[in-house]
């Protein structure tokens, strides 16, 4: 089967170019002799996430419980959710998973801490407890060392404290690595043992053996790259394995042609870039506007013709993949397979 004979809008992963990325980021990871633990957020497919544990990786993390859920009924079973779990739904939910596979999850607050007290003790489950840190990302996380401190030495009973996470900010590494060291200080001054030192990011991946203590790294979007890693000098666009197929549905001016491809496809994302995607036929065209169904091709000339197809690669491949049902996966223009994108929408 050919990419030609596939209905468009839709999305290609390139299987050569993704296995190629997975070996690279597991190969750097096991040189520097730290984990990998790959967040499937990227992707939310159980069949890749296997791909990554087979090529070495020691989990996986997910956001969301519901993301966890569908990868523990696909077999996975060494979880981090790195997010907090507020409230008695996903409390009880998350002491299920428990009992099912080896789960850790993240808190940054007393609250989150107390919850998971209650729910550990209530259910006679364990799970082990990251204390997420705020190193520069200014997301979630506490704001000192002494509030991780604190928090860890608040938990008690199954949930136990195992060590410390941060997502910082892009570009943010040698940040993250002073406070990181100044945390692992306070630890050990309090007699507190920290055993995991979790890190993420693929913009700044290649940095993670300079981050002090680090024991494991979550990248996601590494698995397929797309432009805006590219942009930061994290990928180049030969290894960008997702791209949206789309097909010229009109061109009402030498200058502007319509692809059936808006921001229910793509992304409205831009992450400071120019335009909504990179078109490697067509690289002097800009990606210029979006609406639901319609993407906006200009260029002073050499625009593709009605009817002819293009390949897309988004400025965000993570969300692309929440937007559909199923992906093909493909080697050159030959598809492979029709993966069911299965943790879809699960957001909660």
């Known amino acids: 089967m050919n990419i030609d004979s596939l209905p468009t809008p839709c999305v290609l992963i390139d299987f050569d170019r993704m296995k190629a990325n997975i070996g690279r980021a597991q190969d750097y990871a096991t040189q520097h002799g730290f984990s990998l633990r790959p967040h499937i957020k990227t992707h939310k497919i159980p069949a890749f996430a296997r791909l990554q544990v087979e090529a070495g990786a020691k989990g996986i993390t997910c956001q969301k419980l519901g993301e966890a859920e569908v990868m523990a009924d696909a077999g996975l079973d060494d979880i981090l959710i790195s997010y907090n779990l507020i409230g008695f739904d996903k409390l009880a939910r998350m002491t299920t998973l428990a009992r099912r596979i080896k789960l850790t999850v993240a808190a940054d607050s007393l609250h989150t801490v107390e919850g998971y007290n209650r729910a550990a003790e209530a259910a006679d489950v364990s799970f082990d407890v990251l204390i997420e840190c705020d190193t520069g990302g200014g997301r979630c996380g506490v704001q000192t060392p002494e509030e991780a401190v604190t928090l860890a030495q608040a938990l008690r009973g199954g949930a136990r404290f195992a060590g410390l996470m941060t997502y910082p900010a892009a570009g943010k590494t040698a940040e993250m690595a002073a406070w990181l060291s100044a945390a692992l200080a306070a630890f050990k001054a309090a007699d507190v043992p920290v055993r995991v030192v979790s890190a993420g990011g693929t913009p700044d991946l290649w940095k993670a053996h300079t981050i002090p203590g680090v024991t494991e790294y979550r990248p996601g979007t590494y698995v397929y790259m797309d432009r805006s890693q590219v942009a930061v000098g994290a990928a180049s666009m030969d290894d960008c394995a997702l791209s949206v197929f789309a097909t010229v549905v009109s061109k009402p ?34 990606l210029s506007g979006l609406s639901e169904e319609h993407g906006v091709l200009r260029a002073e000339s050499g625009l593709p013709e009605i009817g002819e197809r293009v390949r897309i690669i988004p400025n965000h491949a993570c969300v692309v993949s929440n937007m559909f049902d199923t992906v093909y996966l493909v080697s050159g223009e030959r598809v492979l397979d029709v993966m069911p994108v299965a943790a879809r929408g699960r957001v909660s």
């Open 253 to 286: 001016r030498p200058d502007r042609a319509v692809i059936d491809a808006g921001t229910k496809t793509l992304t409205s994302d831009l992450l400071g870039m120019e335009g909504f995607g990179h078109i490697p036929a067509c690289p002097h065209a800009t």
